[in-house]
């Protein structure tokens, strides 16, 4: 790419940003958004900036969790469940300011490209907590790891069926771009550039690999986990984070309730009806409403035809081979 041709939003980052991004692959996305492709993964120029400027600038500490995941596979809800964990010894579920009562769940675990470092490598971290901070990203396993460098911080997966998170991602983007849900958006360039990995994030199952990988071969470090399982069996997933937090359920508390009462709080009933969640807005755009829909496991079966379900599963199986993950 010329360096003319480098987007606004990136013209005044330094010479040597500018120069690397000019020698990136370049593609666009399902609605003619530039691409750029980074460590393996695509980009829009706004992620992309505070990709690099996390990487550049990002200060972990030891104790840090990041919620990881690829769009639409159950975020919003591990982090909810995430906070209520950490959060069960100070709060009372029935306090009134209950953080998950008074902001969404990605206002209380920021989004590091896509929040805390989308203008600077350098934001004011200090408001966030003192030795405990929860941060998100949807970043590739990799671009994480080099700005994690060798800190022991945790890092926390979630992974969803591929074709689910199609229909997800179709449903949430026509919401966000306010138009009508319309099946030929999902049937043409969509699922196109789904299938070829070529949005924002990139490829779902390079992504879902790396991060499963990275658990198998460093489990102390990353915890994989599966949208699905949550769904089937919350009390024993619920227990497995806590776990890996370091923060166990004791047994007073297992009797007590204390698993039900935040499998309660977080289920996806709930939050969505909470007024919070109703009504208010992140501070970089999206409606909290639009983050709850159905949450149904294998809804992708009622929008993808036959011959969609069979392109994603045999992409699934030619990726996937050799490595026993499975949806
Ligand atoms: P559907 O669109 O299939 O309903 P993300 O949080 O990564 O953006 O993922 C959004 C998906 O998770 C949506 O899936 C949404 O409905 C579902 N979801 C959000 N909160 C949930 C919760 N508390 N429990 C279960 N699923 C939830």
Request: charged fraction near 30%; hydrophobic fraction near 35%; aromatic fraction near 10%.
């Amino acid at each position: 790419m010329d360096e003319t041709e480098i987007p606004k939003k990136l013209q005044n980052e330094d010479e040597e940003t500018i120069s690397l991004i000019s020698s990136l692959p370049l593609d666009v996305d399902f609605d003619g958004t530039k691409l750029f492709k980074y460590q393996g993964y695509w980009y829009n120029d706004k992620t992309l900036q505070g990709v690099l400027h996390f990487q550049r600038g990002f200060e972990p500490k030891d104790m840090d969790i990041i919620i990881a995941s690829f769009p639409k596979s159950g975020t919003t809800w591990l982090k909810a469940l995430t906070v209520d964990l950490l959060e069960r010894s100070k709060q009372k579920h029935s306090s009134d300011d209950h953080p998950l009562l008074l902001d969404n769940p990605h206002g209380l675990v920021p989004f590091l490209e896509l929040r805390l470092f989308t203008e600077t490598s350098k934001p004011d971290l200090t408001t966030i907590s003192s030795s405990l901070r929860l941060f998100s990203t949807h970043m590739g396993f990799q671009t994480l790891r080099e700005a994690l460098k060798n800190s022991p911080c945790k890092i926390v997966y979630v992974g969803r069926n591929m074709k689910d998170v199609l229909v997800s991602f179709w449903y949430t983007n026509c919401a966000q771009l306010k138009i009508e849900v319309e099946r030929s958006i999902l049937d043409s360039i969509m699922f196109e550039s789904f299938c070829r990995g070529v949005i924002n994030y990139g490829s779902s199952w390079e992504h879902v690999l790396n991060y499963w990988r990275a658990s198998l071969e460093d489990s102390k470090y990353v915890l994989f986990l599966k949208y699905e399982e949550l769904k089937k069996e919350p009390r024993d997933q619920l227990n497995i984070l806590a776990e890996f937090l370091g923060c166990p359920f004791t047994v007073e508390e297992e009797e007590s309730g204390s698993v039900e009462e935040i499998l309660d709080l977080c289920s996806l009933g709930n939050l969505k009806n909470l007024e919070i969640n109703k009504t208010g807005k992140t501070l970089k755009g999206p409606e909290h409403k639009n983050f709850f829909r159905e949450g149904e496991v294998g809804d992708s079966k009622n929008y993808l035809t036959p011959e969609m379900e069979k392109i994603i599963d045999m992409i699934i199986e030619e990726k996937f081979r050799g490595s026993d993950l499975k949806f």
